[in-house]
């Protein structure tokens, strides 16, 4: 017999990656009043801003580098 150790570790990723997507699609489908949270929770301002911020230089740096770079290079 030939070891089969590729197909049993790509057995047990399917069967991992199929446990984590049956719980995800669990907790979609779920009905509407089984788990409402009670309170939610509230972001402190200064966390939201410094997001916010990180956010918008990611989205600027990734779709126009080049401005980004010829703005800082002179």
Request: charged residues 10%; contains cysteine; positive net charge.
């Amino acid at each position: 017999m030939r070891p089969c150790g590729w197909r049993s570790s790509w057995a047990l990723n399917a069967v991992i990656g199929l446990v984590y997507y049956v719980r995800l699609a669990a907790v979609l489908f779920r009905p509407a009043g089984a788990h409402a949270p009670e309170e939610t929770a509230r972001t402190p301002w200064p966390a939201a801003l410094a997001l916010t911020v990180a956010t918008a230089l990611g989205l600027l740096l990734g779709l126009a580098p080049q401005t980004v770079l010829s703005l800082a290079g002179g």
